[in-house]
Nanobody, 119 residues
Framework: QVQLVESGGGLVQAGGSLRLACAAS????????MGWYRQAPGKQRELVAG???????AYADSVKGRFTISRDNAKNTVYLQMNSLKPEDTAVYYC?????????????WGQGTQVTVSS
């Protein structure tokens, strides 16, 4: 099993920045893809960004140019730098990992971290 611990969420004004981090432990040898989904109240969970072990990335259209995903394979940690935040980015952000080299396919999930963007 893979355990995931997220950090970095919080409250920020529109136009501000936050950096999320997610550290993996446990069966880390299974991990290829790492990334983030989010879920806003009353909405379905949606992809934010993902990255494979080889560095291939995928982003939701709504965050392209504002968010950057990166990872430190030595630390088994994935990061999400979020700039120019908008109120519509408000959601619970969930870290995920997957064993396949597909940046958007995850089968293990963290508990989630709240991101709130005020207008």
């Amino acid at each position: 099993q893979v355990q995931l611990v997220e950090s970095g969420g919080g409250l920020v004004q529109a136009g501000g920045s936050l950096r999320l981090a997610c550290a993996a432990s446990g069966s880390i040898f299974r991990i290829n893809a790492m990334g983030w989904y989010r879920q806003a109240p009353g909405k379905q969970r949606e992809l934010v960004a993902g990255i494979t072990r080889g560095g291939r990335t995928a982003y939701a259209d709504s965050v392209k140019g504002r968010f950057t995903i990166s990872r430190d394979n030595a630390k088994n940690t994935v990061y999400l730098q979020m700039n120019s935040l908008k109120p519509e980015d408000t959601a619970v952000y969930y870290c995920g990992t997957g064993s396949a080299p597909i940046a958007t396919l995850f089968d293990s999930w963290g508990q989630g971290t709240q991101v709130t963007v005020s207008s």
